[in-house]
């Protein structure tokens, strides 16, 4: 299986229909399109072999005060439970992002089937509402421990390059 283009063009219209601003897109090894609307950003990514194509989203710290504050507490059981609670849905698969023992911020995806006849732009805007909404939570969950020392917006920002592929799903 190959990339279709009436899917990808399909994909392409429907995200600028639903607002997003297309910012980016490469077809190797992967199709891979970056959406942004205002500062949420989503990824549409079709692996060849795959009958599905992936919609996700990357919250990666950067800010050494920020991991700083992770790094004393990523192994307390009533963060990482915490976490969990807060990223865990039915109707999305989550990472967490831990390089070098530090904790780093986590990814959402969902996967959709659009080359099925029935797909439309409700099934796409349930696929961004639930990656949205987990994203969210796991947002306020971390602020409530970055906000006491730092600004959240100095401390969590989104990395747009993680791919489904580099991920392992919870």
Known sequence: MTHNEETIKKLKELAKKYGFEIIQETFQPVWQCVLKQGEFVLILEHRNDDEFYYVFHTLKITDEDTLMIFDKIKDDPQFIFGIRSALSSPFTQ?????????????????????????FTLENFDSAILAIGNVAGLGITYLSSFVTKNNS??????????????????H
């Not at 967490?96 to 995806?109: P, S």
């Not at 989104?158 to 392992?168: A, C, G, H, Q, R």
């Open 152 to 169: 959240v917006k100095q401390g969590i920002v989104e990395d747009k390059v993680k791919t489904p592929s580099d991920m392992m799903f």
């Open 94 to 118: 989550y990472s967490v992002i831990i390089e070098n023992g530090r904790f780093l911020g986590f990814n959402i995806v969902k996967k959709i089937f659009p080359e099925s006849q029935n």
